[in-house]
């Protein structure tokens, strides 16, 4: 073998720190990449690097390549493909980046500069997040509001949201300890960032990283700086922000908080109940709000979150008791990587963080929807075997493993372009048949859609638009197709409970109300407390003659949405059926709190009584509602502190907030109420298709 040439190789190695470096600040930043451009540059430095020979390659490298497999076979599986294939890419380009490392940190001199560049990216971001939380500190205290705490949701620094944020910043803090040198300064404004995040979990999971340092952690000036550092970021955090801070520490005694511990623990449960339903291989990547969606997102009362409680109920419903098993050999492989390693700082060093991360994960699950995170992970991970090979690079016959990820990606990528392709093909058409229809020319509207194929958004639109054309038109043929659409969405997706809505509604405008009645009462029974489904009800039973047994539903769709109030069914309800409209203005009239109502449910009632004329009692309400949750909207525009719903509605980053003109309030209809429901799922589990809704 012959030494290759020690100047060619520096420069290949420097440009793959750059690259890296890069790859690392459009990550952190979220600049989109969705030709995936980062994949194809880390491919070809993984081919120029000459990888690691299967010889070569330790129990993790096996684990990590196995969970990848997993997770690209899984696509053909998956309950709704669009997130799991672009998991899949994520999973593939982590992979390629741990590759990557595990030779580029067999170079003493490129891992210095690989760390050292890192802190360009880091202290911008840091900076950045920093003087951006007094920037909006500023204009929360502004308005009146005595602490920031219940308003950490307008706070999202570099785009992240807060529990999201408190983990990059958890794995930076790793990350920068790991580096030692010029990293007090870093480490300072990392730990003084997290604390800003003003997050339980985060809080707690600084808690582990401490002490395990402390225990684990050999070197006594390590120990001493961290615990100094750290020390004075607390005391600067608990003297200038001492509410916001004790609030944290307490843990559980706002009713957000007791709200937020209560839904994850429920969250779990149904988590638990909807993994027994796919055991062996799960939903797919991806899939967890779609699975859940059945037992958890159908209660409008509650905010829907696209996070689970807790990693192991992500693992379990995602990749089933077969991808879990994955991760529990990885987490073997790890613990005995570090185990063996464990005279060596760093391995006690990424020990640490790693306990303190699963204590984060255990709170949310963050880790594998952040590809920033997860990213880093990996990058650890391949550092904390940056010795397992010699530093000197030689030249030598090129190893199967150097062809073998590199194909498999090419393979990959190809079949991910032509999908993205054919998506946005998709959407194009979807969009032009919506400006069609919107001109009145249905008939190429129509054909627009018939260019798109058969899977499940394109069916669902597909029904959606022929639905609008029967309104428009009153074509009996245009029931038929758009019958037919979404049965066959049904069929493909049965899971989806708002195509069966669709259906519903479909019979309700057609008069079909033999078809529609037992539907509804169905959707109802299961869901009662979705004023989508309780406003279906209603409809055909007061179609039908049932007027009587048509009042409770739409009461109970108030109630929950005290919106539709806002709506032209409530006028025309006024000015045609002046009886039935007494008599649902006599029994909102009677609605009253119940020991268990929170917050928001005073803030509905508020709502409500203010517009059955009792003004008394619904200001009583609406502090009530303020006083538990000062981060509710809507009651503070009806107390009238219109600077408070100003910052609510904006946000805290508005030049000039106080003179910003209120928008109107748009009119509550059954549409715009499916929209606000169904959109965010449909394009989490779909793509970025849109709903044919006019």
Not at 85 to 100: G, H, N
Not at 168 to 192: A, D
Request: net charge positive.
């Amino acid at each position: 073998m012959s030494q290759s040439n020690p100047n060619k190789t520096h420069w290949k190695y420097t440009g793959i720190v750059i690259l890296f470096i890069v790859i690392m600040a459009i990550l952190l930043f979220q600049a989109e990449d969705k030709l995936k451009i980062c994949l194809l540059l880390l491919t070809a430095s993984f081919v120029l690097l000459r990888p690691l020979p299967f010889q070569q390659w330790t129990m993790v490298d096996y684990s990590l390549c196995l969970i990848t497999a997993y997770d690209l076979i899984s696509c053909l599986n998956a309950a709704c493909t669009t997130p799991a294939i672009s998991y899949s890419l994520l999973s593939l380009f982590c992979l390629t980046v741990y590759f990557v490392l595990r030779k580029l940190f067999g170079s003493a001199q490129a891992t210095r500069q690989l760390q050292q560049g890192c802190y360009l990216p880091i202290g911008a971001a840091l900076l950045l997040a920093i003087c951006s939380f007094f920037v909006f500190r500023q204009s929360v205290l502004g308005v009146g509001f005595q602490d920031t705490y219940h308003f950490r949701f307008l706070f999202r620094p570099l785009g992240y949201i807060t529990n999201v944020w408190a983990e990059v910043l958890l794995v930076l803090l790793g990350w920068v300890c790991l580096i030692r040198k010029y990293s007090g300064i870093f480490i300072f404004l990392t730990v003084l960032a997290l604390l800003f995040s003003f997050s339980r979990g985060a809080y707690i999971a600084l808690g582990v990283y401490l002490i395990c340092w402390l225990l684990f952690v050999k070197s006594k000036q390590e120990k001493i700086r961290l615990f100094a550092v750290s020390m004075a970021a607390i005391v600067l955090t608990g003297i200038c922000f001492p509410r916001e801070m004790k609030t944290t520490l307490q843990m559980n005694r706002t009713v957000s908080q007791q709200q937020s511990t209560e839904g994850r623990i429920n969250a779990t449960q149904a988590g638990w109940d909807t993994f027994r339903q796919r055991p062996i291989f799960g939903y797919g990547n991806g899939n967890y709000t779609f699975a859940i969606d059945q037992t958890l997102n159908q209660d409008i009362t509650h905010s829907y979150t696209s996070y689970a409680p807790n990693i192991l109920v992500q693992l379990l419903i995602e990749k089933g008791i077969i991808g879990s098993l994955l991760y529990q050999i990885l987490a073997i492989a790890i613990c005995r990587t570090i185990i063996k390693r464990r005279k060596q700082p760093e391995s006690c060093m990424l020990g640490c963080l790693l306990l303190a991360l699963m204590t984060k994960e255990m709170a949310q699950a963050t880790l594998l929807s952040t590809p920033f995170s997860l990213f880093m992970v990996y990058a650890m991970l391949a550092f904390l075997q940056k010795e397992e090979f010699p530093e000197e690079e030689t030249e030598h016959k090129p190893a199967v493993s150097g062809y073998l990820l590199p194909a498999i990606t090419t393979v990959c990528y190809i079949g991910y372009i032509f999908f993205i392709l054919q998506q946005d093909l998709d959407e194009s058409h979807l969009r032009q048949s919506i400006a069609a229809f919107e001109k009145g020319q249905y008939t190429e509207a129509i054909r627009l859609m018939k260019q798109n194929g058969e899977q499940t958004p394109n069916l669902v639109n597909r029904g959606l638009l022929y639905m609008q054309y029967y309104r428009k038109t009153g074509d009996p043929k245009a029931v038929e197709a758009a019958e037919l659409a979404l049965q066959k969405a049904r069929q493909q997706q049965p899971e989806d409970i708002h195509i069966r809505y669709l259906l519903a509604r479909l019979y309700i405008d057609s008069k079909a109300f033999g078809k529609a009645l037992p539907m509804a009462e169905e959707l109802v029974t299961h869901y009662p407390k979705n004023s989508l489904y309780l406003s279906a009800l209603s409809d055909v039973l007061y179609l039908q003659g049932e007027k009587e047994a048509a009042l409770q539903p739409l009461v109970n769709a108030i109630r929950y949405m005290p919106r539709l109030l806002t709506g032209k069914r409530i006028r025309d309800l006024q000015q045609n059926d002046p009886v039935f409209f007494l008599a649902l203005q006599q029994q909102l009239a009677t609605l009253v709190p119940s020991p268990t109502d929170g917050p928001a449910d005073y803030a509905r009632l508020g709502y409500i009584t203010r517009w059955c004329g009792n003004q008394s009692v619904a200001e009583e309400y609406l502090r009530k509602a303020v006083e538990g949750m000062p981060n509710l909207a809507t009651p503070w525009h009806l107390l009238g502190d219109d600077n408070k719903y100003r910052l609510l509605l904006f946000g805290a980053f508005q030049k000039d907030l106080s003179s910003t003109k209120l928008p109107e309030e748009k009119e509550m209809s059954d549409h715009l109420l499916l929209k606000n429901a169904y959109q965010p799922k449909f394009t989490n589990w779909y793509g970025g298709m849109v709903l044919f809704i006019i």
